[in-house]
T-cell receptor, first 114, second 113 residues
Framework: KNQVEQSPQSLIILEGKNCTLQ??????????LRWYKQDTGRGPVSLTI?????NTKSNGRYTATLDADTKQSSLHITASQLSDSASYIC?????????????FGRGTQLTVWP | EADIYQTPRYLVIGTGKKITLECSQT?????MYWYQQDPGMELHLIHY???????EKGDLSSESTVSRIRTEHFPLTLESARPSHTSQYLC????????????FGAGTRLSVL
């Protein structure tokens, strides 16, 4: 069973609008949570990394939040651009693994229309 | 942009052929990984390596094999490709310790006819 669930599965918004993507996880013990952006046909690129003690982290127009108690995270995109069209993947790292085992969500496919 | 490179980007090949997917990184990372990703699905770890001469199988069973003779190079080989091997293969690398940040290559999209 996938330990990282993302919603919605896909999302279409107009350019300039804001949106919020959700991630729920059951991975334990928890080390950190990351949001990756994956353009079509490309490898994932890290947007934010949040540890247990962090509630919010921003990277330009991207703001991630984390509630470690409820095991939920969100990624808020402000003033969307056409280039934001991509899959956004939530990744949780297992603190108990020396490998730094990553658990991947299936991603939210975001499409930004002009 | 991370310095990790995969070739080829796209490969269409017939059943039964032997193929090698190349992955190289110039960051001096000890850890390297291979993931398999089908459209709309999550990444699945199929192989990883802690360093030279170290290779381990990942969570998803795979008929592919890997080798790690040099730190910067982590090729994946399929001795006899089958249509079920059609997928996207992503290579990644990370430093030892820290937050285990993995840097990904652009991927190889493999189609076996």
């Amino acid at each position: 069973k996938n330990q990282v669930e993302q919603s919605p599965q896909s999302l279409i918004i107009l350019e300039g609008k804001n949106c919020t993507l959700q991630c729920n996880y059951t991975v334990s013990p928890f080390s950190n949570l990351r949001w990756y952006k994956q353009d079509t046909g490309r490898g994932p690129v890290s947007l934010t990394i949040m540890t247990f003690s962090e509630n919010t982290k921003s990277n330009g127009r991207y703001t991630a939040t984390l509630d470690a108690d409820t095991k939920q995270s969100s990624l808020h995109i402000t003033a969307s651009q056409l280039s934001d069209s991509a899959s956004y993947i939530c990744v949780v790292v297992d603190r108990g693994s020396t490998l730094g085992r990553l658990y991947f969500g299936r991603g939210t496919q975001l499409t930004v229309w002009p | 942009e991370a310095d990790i490179y995969q070739t080829p980007r796209y490969l269409v090949i017939g059943t039964g052929k032997k193929i090698t997917l190349e992955c190289s990184q110039t960051m001096g990372h000890d850890k390297m990984y291979w993931y398999q990703q089908d459209p709309g699905m999550e990444l699945h770890l199929i192989h990883y390596s802690y360093g030279v001469n170290s290779t381990e199988k990942g969570d998803l069973s795979s008929e592919s094999t890997v080798s790690r003779i040099r730190t910067e190079h982590f090729p994946l080989t399929l001795e006899s490709a089958r249509p079920s091997h059609t997928s996207q293969y992503l290579c990644a690398s990370s430093e030892v310790g820290g937050q285990h940040i993995q840097y990904f290559g652009a991927g190889t999209r493999l189609s076996v006819l």
